[in-house]
Every structure is written in structure tokens, then in C-alpha cells.
């Protein structure tokens, strides 16, 4: 498995850049809505962790994802105008930079503040990276593990992390997660996890839940 750090060891940038017109003005009132939504300080030219205890699980979930995209988005952002400069642009200097610096890193919910959605999202980027697709710059580096064994492991740490009781799942013949509390999946006691249109053409012999849908349907 491998990580992306991204700006984690950026000292700084190298030299002045060409950046979209309005660019600069976008990054300091992202940064700062993070800075103050979550009461971070900055010191010695880093961000404070603190344990966010001033906002709702929902508010720092929810910064956090956008920050944390954000990041990924302006790293690549970064490298796309080093490589071909924006028309029209303005120069971003290495002090332009110096002040967003503290700011590139990510968010780290703990577990116990993961709200529903959270959870999703995060099982969703695992689940993606097991399929060796790389997701939010993590790679698998291993073959990629088949939808059922994938839907297995998020199905093992469920236990300590599905609290608010997604039961998340692959269905039949699917490749992405689907939540049985939400109705996405149903449960068939010969197939397992599968969805109401599958289910409809179930090959397997004397499937119940077939008969089921199929009695409904008349
Ligand atoms: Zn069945």
C-alpha cells in the first residue's frame, strides 16, 4: 500500500507561479473559513491539532471532506499550471505560498465523530483502493481483492466502526458498496446481498426472495 504525500514534505515553492486570475483570493477564504470554522491557531508556522471540540460532529465531517478534497484538488491544481501556465494568470510567490503551507494537510476525523455519511465516504474510498483503483492518492499495490473478498473486509470492521448501522455490502454482480438500512440492498437467505432489480432475475434455482417479488408483483 502506498501513500500519496502530497504537500507533506513541500518546504515551500521553488519560484513564482502563474496561477488563475482570482486563484489566490479563493485560498486564503477557503483557508480561513477552516481556520476559524474549526478554531485551529497557527503556530510556528503550523497548524495546531486541536480536538475540535468547539463544533457538531456533522460541521467538522463535513469540513473535513471538503478540506481534505481541496488539498488533493490544489495539488494537482499546482502541478497542471507548472506544467501549462493559465491565461490570464497572476503570480503566486513563494510568500503567497509560505501563508497557505500550515493549511495543506489534512483533517483527521477520529472514529467515534464519524457521522453516517463519513462513514460511507471513508468505507467507500477503502473499498475502492482494495479494488486497486487508487482513491484520494491511496494505492493498493497488491492484486486487486474480488468483490466479495473486498465486501468481506469492510463487512469485518464493521463491528467497530458501523455504528450508526449502515451495513454496508457489495450486492450480486455489483462493484460498489450498497447500505441495507437504506434499502439498497435486500438480504436473501441462498444469494445474500442483493438488489431488488437482480433479485428479479435470479438464476438461482428456488430463489425465495424471487417467489417474494414475484408474488408482490401480481
Ligand atoms: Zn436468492
Not at 486541536?50 to 488539498?71: F, K, P, R
Not at 468481506?152 to 458498496?177: T, W
Request: aromatic share 12%; with cysteine.
Amino acid at each position: 500500500m502506498a501513500y500519496n504525500p502530497f504537500f507533506d514534505f513541500t518546504a515551500g515553492l521553488a519560484k513564482t507561479m502563474k496561477v488563475p486570475v482570482g486563484t489566490k483570493a479563493d485560498i486564503v477564504k477557503h483557508i480561513k473559513t477552516v481556520e476559524s470554522t474549526l478554531k485551529i491557531e497557527r503556530e510556528n508556522n503550523h497548524w495546531e491539532r486541536n480536538g475540535y471540540s468547539t463544533v457538531s460532529d456533522e460541521v467538522l465531517c463535513e469540513i473535513a471532506e471538503e478540506h481534505n478534497t481541496w488539498v488533493i484538488w490544489f495539488y494537482n491544481r499546482l502541478e497542471a499550471w507548472a506544467e501549462k501556465p493559465p491565461k490570464p494568470f497572476e503570480k503566486m510567490t513563494k510568500k503567497d505560498f509560505k501563508y497557505y503551507l500550515p493549511a495543506l494537510v489534512r483533517v483527521i476525523v477520529p472514529p467515534e465523530r464519524w457521522t453516517r455519511d463519513y462513514y460511507r465516504k471513508r468505507m467507500e474510498v477503502l473499498y475502492e483502493v482494495m479494488r486497486s483503483r487508487e482513491c484520494e492518492g491511496i494505492t493498493f499495490d497488491e492484486k486487486a481483492l474480488t468483490t466479495k473478498q473486498a465486501s468481506q473486509v469492510i463487512n469485518l470492521f464493521s463491528e467497530f466502526l458501523d455504528v450508526h448501522d449502515l451495513r454496508l455490502a457489495v450486492p450480486k454482480d455489483c462493484d460498489y458498496l450498497a447500505s441495507l438500512s437504506e434499502g439498497e440492498y435486500e438480504w436473501c437467505e441462498r444469494c445474500g446481498a442483493i438488489t431488488y432489480e437482480h433479485s428479479l432475475e435470479c438464476r438461482k434455482h428456488g430463489c425465495p426472495l424471487k417467489k417474494e417479488h414475484a408474488e408482490e408483483e401480481r
